[in-house]
């Protein structure tokens, strides 16, 4: 079934393919049923604090497409259930642990349109229950005492922090450049895409080919996924991204859309942006200002052109393998990824 | 050579062994010269926030205990000395990584005498860096292929997290017990001992039994290790701490001398604890005068009684091995860790 969707912003008409991600959560749904077991069962904890937050934070409604992305990636060839459900989970927890920390890291006041865990529990409770769940996190890979896939996780734990420190290091930096971003949210968000995809199919049995063909699809995917969340940043209305538009700007991140405008806009527009970046309290108005410049410059459109030839990679990296509906329907997900941001 | 300490706050005369830990360095010298090179090593990124921040800590004085127990623990076992830098060096990364978190949750201003990394680089980067550092350890586990050991440490990192949440929620608790407190410290501080000691065994070819002393030798240790860092607290005179004297109950942390001084103080000493628990502007003069009623109660004896009782474990557990240089080196280590606060 395809949908129509119109964007308030954009104003174009795409035919897309809504239901992508509800297909994948049906053709997922036996595995995940038991992924989602695994993920209350890890959370627990004989110290109270620790569910409370663990829960609140992973039953807040995220869609879990990391682990579906897992599971799916498995099920490509065929089978490695046990393991592909542990590394499920286990990709899920060090992507919340992620978000506890970087929450911490960003002063964010909201995530998936509720409070932030640590506007209730507070900064340190959300910094020691992350590394729970890192902890919980390794614990579930070894349970497969599959090293190879292990060192794969591992190294992307690592990655990720390294990406989230550049970022940080970048903040309110006016020299940043698309090169630097790039290195960004390659580290920050990719490699979990990618090392959630690879052990998929590590899981699942797949030979060098296609882990590599795995492996790039989520690599590329993440790519794609965190452009286009960087576009709806500035362009997503608060109540579709959970938070608050702008948030970016205000934190000071040097994603593109900004930097594009900060390389094409005049001296005056410069001097804006410049003003609002990193200033925690620029106002809505001055956010619709900021959005203005970048509409100007079509650098929000600019940016989604990058995510689309992510997403045509992604696409593309699939397609050493046999035709199939479950392919098929991962090349669905890359497009409705994307197509959020219209 | 035997040294004579007199503690200027007890006016005990103790013999001791002043240069075990001398010993000790110089007993491991060649394994972790191999460890420290890898430490420098792996604390390196093209992020460059990230080596400034790892090798500050890193290089600030720490004694680099846990990591010489790894390596002389699989020394008693005499081989398997790849592993055994690897794993000693992951150990003193998740170490690492905790400290840099834990000064972030515990609004910690100095480190082993120094300002602490965060009052440098700030609460954002400890965090992210000690992600980094936490991930790097996973890596150098990873390498040895051994997924026994890696088990074990996953398993104490998560443990440590927990015991971390246990503490920050029993904060200021006044009814916190010490049954309370002993699970604290087994989980914040002994299971990275036990984790060091068990998988140093396990790198270097212990079987079932040696494994097993290993462990509960590391256990008793860190156990002992604690309880006396919690009497210098209050003892120490901050330049042999490396922090404030007084810090735990500025931040309102429940240690043994408290919780025995709460349970057996008058009501006026009980309200003068209470008065500047977790307060964390409480004067010296205020220290001084909660000091004398822990020494009044005999908590703080009390709580090295307890410390010697893990000590004496701790060397008991080693009698199963047969005896060696390094097995006594062992035991004389353990008991100058608990002379440290005479």
């Known amino acids: 079934m395809n949908g129509v969707v119109v964007s308030v912003l954009t104003q174009k008409k795409l035919e897309i393919e809504p239901s992508a991600i509800d297909r994948l959560l049906e053709s997922t749904a036996l595995d995940m049923a038991k992924v989602n077991d695994l993920i209350l069962t890890r959370a627990d904890s004989h110290v109270e604090m620790v569910p409370e937050l663990a829960r609140y934070l992973i039953d807040s409604g995220g869609k879990r497409l990391r682990p579906m992305l897992t599971v799916a990636s498995a099920a490509l060839f065929g089978g490695g259930h046990g393991s592909a459900i542990n590394f499920a989970a286990a990709v899920e927890f060090m992507h919340n642990a992620t978000l506890l920390h970087d929450d911490v890291v960003d002063d964010s006041d909201m995530r998936r349109g509720r409070p932030a865990a640590r ?35 591992a190294a992307a734990a690592a990655a990720m922090a390294e990406g989230e420190v550049l970022q940080l290091s970048k903040t309110g930096d006016l020299s940043t450049t698309a090169q630097d971003y790039a290195a960004v949210i390659r580290a920050k968000t990719a490699t979990l895409f990618e090392s959630a995809c690879e052990v998929g199919a590590m899981a699942g049995g797949a030979g060098k080919i296609g882990r590599h063909a795995l492996k790039t699809f989520g690599l590329e995917l993440g790519n794609a ?35 594009l405008a900060l390389a094409d806009g005049s001296k005056a527009e410069q001097d804006l942006i410049t003003a609002a970046l990193g200033d925690a309290e620029a106002s809505d108005a001055t956010v619709v200002q900021i959005v203005e410049i970048l509409e100007r410059h079509e650098t929000l459109t600019q940016t989604l052109d990058q995510a689309r030839d992510h997403a045509d990679a992604a696409v593309a990296a699939l397609e050493v393998l046999p035709t199939s509906e479950l392919r098929d329907l991962l090349a669905d997900v890359v497009r409705f990824s994307v197509s959020r941001a219209y």
């Open 119 to 153: 506007m209730i529990w507070g900064n340190q409770a959300s910094v020691l229950v992350g590394d729970f769940l890192l902890g919980q996190a390794f614990m579930m890979m070894v349970e497969t005492r599959d090293v190879d896939a292990l060192g794969v996780l």
């Open 225 to 259: 996924f965190q452009l286009v969340d960087d576009v709806l940043d500035y362009r997503g209305a608060a109540d579709t991204i959970g938070k608050n538009r702008g948030d970016d700007l205000r934190e000071g991140k040097m994603t593109l859309p900004v930097i």
